[in-house]
């Protein structure tokens, strides 16, 4: 189980890309224009820093998308769709530049928020089945979760180091409590 904890941290260290050190910034979400996430997504990566940037937009755009899932799906996600819902999010924001990212978000809900009969209540998984889902469905179910929890604190701030720590204390209570539930767990790591 020790091994799966350095996995959980790994991958989400690896979807990161080194960003802690760089962009220590804490970013209200509330402010980020579609223009600047446009601006964002263009670049090609000529530096490290454009690397990181690209990064850290993307784990924003998954946890936006956790900030944003309507009240009545509680911790309900459909991890199948939520590079879709990015996807649909660009090309919103193509279209109209000069709204907010989070303005754009909750339209896309608006229009469709119906779950999908693919979804997974997170509040059912166990640490022990996270631990042990795809990596890619892990990080996801993480940091979707995060951005649930930062809606129900009406927190709109991002902060990737924040997020960072706030991972490794889930992995490890998780690996401490196998048969404890993944919502649970996220509330007791922040403690």
């Known amino acids: 189980m ?9 991958v989400f260290a690896a979807a990161l890309v080194c960003v802690s050190s760089a962009s220590a910034e804490i970013l209200d979400a509330s402010t980020v224009t579609c223009q600047k996430m446009l601006d964002v997504a263009a670049l090609k990566p000529v530096s490290k820093t454009d690397e990181e ?7 924003m755009l998954i946890w936006m ?3 944003q899932a309507p009240s009545e799906h509680g911790t309900a996600v459909d991890l199948k ?3 879709t819902n990015i996807d649909r999010i660009v090309e919103k924001c ?3 530049p000069n709204l907010g990212l989070m303005t754009v978000s909750q339209k896309l809900w608006d229009e469709d928020d119906a779950l999908p009969t693919t979804a997974v209540d997170l509040s059912t998984i166990t640490c022990e089945s996270m631990m042990t889902s795809k990596d890619d469905d892990r990080a996801s179910m993480l940091i979707w979760l995060l951005g649930y929890n930062a809606f129900v604190a009406e927190d709109p701030t991002f902060d990737l180091n924040a997020l960072g720590e706030t991972v490794t204390s889930i992995a490890t209570y998780c690996t401490e409590n196998p048969t404890m539930g993944l919502v649970t767990a996220s509330n ?3 403690e």
Do not use: F, N, W
Request: aromatic share 4%.
């Open 65 to 67: 998308q956790g900030y």
């Open 53 to 59: 940037s690209q990064s850290k937009l993307g784990v």
């Open 188 to 190: 007791k790591a922040g």
């Open 81 to 83: 769709t939520i590079m």
């Open 2 to 10: 020790r091994r799966l904890m350095v996995s959980v941290v790994s």
């Open 94 to 96: 193509t279209a109209q």
